[in-house]
């Protein structure tokens, strides 16, 4: 046999080195992708087998009073907190009582709202009682109102500059020993300060949207139309910061991203509309909007398409029967070597971390697979223990103890489903969810596992992982436009509130709105938007029921109603406020005068 040499221009190629600018280039495109793009994610089986149980029990009744009344707390909050009259800043702090006990109902409401919020997110914790919440909320505004009267006293001034901000330090110190003290565990430990970082991203839109609003308020009306172009670029940066904060929550992270991003987006968008100088504004702003909802109109036929396609390749697809497609793959899910494939996902796609969809008959239902996982684990654990002893045993001697990866292959699996108790089942799922089973199963174990998976299997498992990244994909959409509708109602409604009542020559974003003619006019813009929003919602309902086999209603009820401790929070927390004399803004409101 005659042997062939390679060339040398052969061998230069086959070593020729990636070049680092290459890569940077290839860095830079992926970021620019995933930011501007539709945000990865999915359901857990957990989460697709609760909407299934939703929207088999739930009446047209109960879907309408959920569309109609989520936002029904929010404004009734806002109008009592607008009901409290205010004096003139200018009287002093001495002269700000009013202004006080505005200041601390609004604070203990906040605070109430993030403290349930966390402990809803949270399983592995004690139950608390109102009383802790109402305590620790009130301990927390006190500390706020005590910090901006101390420096208003000593330092001789009112309203004292960035009010909302400069308690934030004492508040977080007071925070953490709380959390210490009444909260933290070694085993939630890592999870709730996962939760603390998200939550503290809601500062992120309070902080640039301000800026922006007082900006934008003070540039010429043709710069007004530029300048509105950059609404969405500010709204795919602050939502990136909150997926990054949350997104190994699979099932929080379409709610967290729309009840911050896009809410805080649009409330300063239709913020900078009432105070716009030209039609050629509010043109760009329905030429944006027009354009998003087109994209997702594209993304939903997209994912119709790509789930068609594998859904065509399932084996014996014929002999399933007549059952719908949440049906379908729920059953899929269920079969022992596609919910194996997928618990060994990290973070798991079977099991939710969420506590609402941790559900007793749910969890028992995977018994066994649970159960051979903690054998698996118990099996090998001997090993990793020897490998970590020295480890482990610093850790020990220092008092700490080891948390996430480090912790304890067999922690979190013990007493997993005991005979006799089913509720303490489901308190314990979001452990097995949050542990990372591909690190404790030994690699070989993994990949035969992965190996034995059947031809028909394997497509169960793309069905189901494509399946619930368009429930996801169409969970953000939907959710996305009702904020949309709810917040440039509620924002017309708000204003108009605050023009009848006579505090509204404190909020500097009412200097163009001095006539019963102005707020109608901010109205009726608040209408066509909502109007252009609401056909397009409807569009989108359309779309999935007729592309994708499942409604759309349905769906946005679902999310509304499981993540309403989330969504009523965020809407409660509507920083709308910032605009008032009294909070020590106006610095930022000064460019105006200097432009």
Not at 75 to 98: C, H, M, Q, T
Not at 105 to 129: E, N, Q
Not at 343 to 350: C, D, F, G, N
Not at 463 to 489: G, P
Request: proline content about 5%; aromatic content about 10%; glycine content about 6%.
């Amino acid at each position: 046999m005659v042997a062939v040499s390679p060339a040398p221009s052969d061998i230069e190629l086959a070593v020729r080195p990636v070049r680092p600018i290459s890569l940077i280039v290839d860095a830079c495109l992926q970021w620019f992708t995933l930011l501007a793009g539709r945000l990865p994610g999915a359901y857990t089986v957990a989460k697709l087998d609760a909407f299934d149980r939703f929207r088999r029990k739930i009446s047209p009744w109960e879907l309408t009073g959920m569309f109609l009344l989520s936002p029904a707390a929010c404004l009734a909050v806002n109008v009592l907190i607008e009901s409290i009259p205010l004096a003139d800043p200018a009287l002093g702090f001495y002269g700000s009582r009013n202004f006080q006990i505005r200041n601390f109902v609004v604070g203990t409401t906040v605070m109430m709202t993030l403290i349930t919020t966390k402990l809803s997110c949270i399983s592995r914790i004690l139950p608390r009682s109102w009383k802790y919440i109402s305590g620790i909320s009130v301990a927390l505004t006190a500390v706020a109102i005590l910090t901006n009267a101390v420096n208003a006293v000593i330092g001789d001034v009112f309203p004292v500059p960035f009010t909302q901000f400069v308690p934030t330090g004492p508040m977080g110190v007071i925070g953490t020993l709380n959390n210490r003290k009444f909260l933290e565990t070694p085993e939630n430990r890592a999870r709730m300060q996962k939760i603390d970082r998200w939550l503290a991203m809601d500062l992120a839109p309070i902080l640039i949207y301000p800026i922006f609003t007082a900006v934008f308020m003070a540039v010429e009306p043709e710069q007004q139309m530029w300048l509105s172009l950059c609404l969405p670029v500010l709204k795919l940066f602050v939502r990136y910061l909150v997926w990054v904060a949350i997104k190994d929550e699979l099932d929080l992270v379409g709610a967290a991203t729309c009840s911050v991003g896009h809410l805080y987006h649009i409330l300063f968008t239709v913020m900078c509309l009432q105070n716009a100088k030209s039609l050629e504004t509010y043109a760009a702003v329905i030429a944006v909007n027009t354009l998003q909802m087109l994209l997702n109109c594209r993304g939903i036929l997209k994912d119709a398409y790509e789930l068609r396609k594998i859904t065509e390749q399932l084996e014996d697809l014929d002999k399933l029967g007549s059952m719908d497609i949440v049906s379908l793959v729920s059953w899929i899910a269920q079969q022992e070597q596609v919910s194996r494939s997928l618990h060994h996902k990290t973070p798991s796609r079977l099991l939710s971390t969420c506590p609402e969809y941790q559900r007793d008959d749910y969890v028992t239902k995977y018994h066994k697979l649970l159960q051979s996982e903690t054998y698996a684990i118990s099996k090998n654990s001997r090993l990793t223990n020897l490998k970590g002893r020295d480890q482990h045993l610093n850790s020990k001697r220092r008092g700490t103890h080891p948390t996430g990866r480090n912790a304890s292959p067999g922690e979190g699996f013990k007493d997993l489903l005991p005979k006799s108790d089913a509720v303490l089942i489901s308190t314990r799922a979001a452990s097995v969810a949050e542990l990372p089973v591909a690190t404790i199963v030994k690699a070989n174990e993994k990949s035969r596992a992965v190996k034995s998976l059947t031809g028909g299997a394997r497509q169960g498992e793309a069905v189901v992982r494509r399946f619930t990244s368009a429930l996801h994909q169409t969970e953000i959409v939907l959710l996305r436009s009702y904020i949309t509708i709810f917040a440039m109602a509620f924002y017309g409604l708000y204003r108009a509130i605050v023009f009848a009542l006579p505090d509204r020559k404190y909020f500097v974003t009412m200097a163009t709105t001095t006539t019963t003619g102005a707020v109608a006019s901010m109205t009726y813009h608040m209408l066509v938007l909502c109007t252009l929003e609401l056909v397009f919602l409807t569009l989108y309902m359309a779309l999935i029921s007729r592309q994708l086999g499942y409604s759309g209603v349905h769906q946005l009820g679902f999310v509304l109603w499981s993540q309403r401790i989330l969504i009523q929070g965020k809407f409660i927390m509507l920083s709308i406020r910032f605009p008032l004399a009294h909070f020590g803004n106006g610095v930022i409101f000064q460019l105006n005068a200097k432009v």
